[in-house]
C-alpha cells in the first residue's frame, strides 16, 4: 500500500521493476514424458517469440505473450523431430506452425509466485489453462518459472489409442525479461 502511494506521488520510480525485454540467452523452454512407460524423452524448443511485461509491484498491468515455432522442437532425435513437427496426429507444423499462449491476467499468489491465466493454442485446439509460477529477481530483470503439466489428449497431440508415448507431457520453462 505505501509502495503504490509512493509510485503514486512520485517518490518511488514506479518503472524501475518494470520488464519488457525479452532475454533469449537465459530462457529456455523444456519438455519430457515418457516412451513406452519404460524411458524418458527430454526435448526442448530452440526459440520463442516472446512479448511481456513483468512488474511485481503492478502485477495487474503484466503481460505474457509467447509463441513456440513448432519447427523449432528438438529431442536429440531428427527423425522424432521430424515426426513431431509434420505428422498431422502431433503438431502438423505445415498448417499451425506456432503453439501460442497468451496471458489473460497474472495475479499474485504468495511471496515471489503468481498465477498467469490465459489460453494455450495447439494445432486447432484452444483451451484456458492457469500456470502457476515463480520468479526471481536480479539486476538484470526478472525470470519466471513455469513447471507444468500438460494432457496431450486434451490438445489432440499423439494417437489417443496408442501407449508409446505417455498421456502427460512436463513442461519447464524459464522466461526472462530484462528491464
Known amino acids: 500500500m505505501l509502495k503504490k502511494l509512493g509510485q503514486a506521488i512520485g517518490l518511488i520510480d514506479r518503472y524501475k521493476y518494470e520488464a519488457s525485454t525479452y532475454n533469449a540467452e537465459k530462457s529456455c523452454y523444456n519438455f519430457s514424458t515418457t516412451n513406452l512407460r519404460f524411458s524418458e524423452v527430454k526435448g526442448f524448443f ?5 512479448k511481456g511485461l513483468f512488474d511485481p509491484y503492478n502485477i495487474e498491468n503484466s503481460y505474457l505473450e509467447i509463441a513456440w515455432p513448432v519447427n523449432a522442437i528438438k529431442t ?27 496471458s489473460s491476467s497474472i495475479e499474485a499468489y504468495k511471496r515471489k509466485q503468481i498465477i498467469i491465466n490465459g489460453t494455450l493454442s495447439i494445432k486447432d485446439t484452444r483451451q484456458e489453462i492457469s500456470l ?24 489432440k497431440i499423439g494417437e489417443s489409442g496408442s501407449f ?3 498421456r502427460q507431457i ?6 526472462a525479461l530484462n528491464y
Not at 530452440?46 to 516472446?50: C, D, F, N, Q, S
Not at 526471481?136 to 490438445?155: M, P
Not at 512436463?170 to 522466461?175: G, N
Open 46 to 50: 530452440k526459440e520463442a517469440k516472446v
Open 76 to 102: 536429440g532425435i531428427l527423425e522424432r523431430d521430424k515426426q513431431l513437427v509434420e505428422a498431422s496426429h502431433f503438431f502438423f507444423g505445415e498448417q499451425f506452425p506456432e503453439i501460442i499462449f497468451k
Open 132 to 155: 502457476f509460477a515463480s520468479y526471481s529477481t536480479d539486476k538484470s530483470g526478472h525470470i519466471i518459472f513455469v513447471d507444468y503439466e500438460l494432457d496431450r489428449f486434451d490438445f
Open 164 to 166: 508409446a508415448i505417455g
Open 170 to 175: 512436463q513442461l519447464q520453462l524459464d522466461i
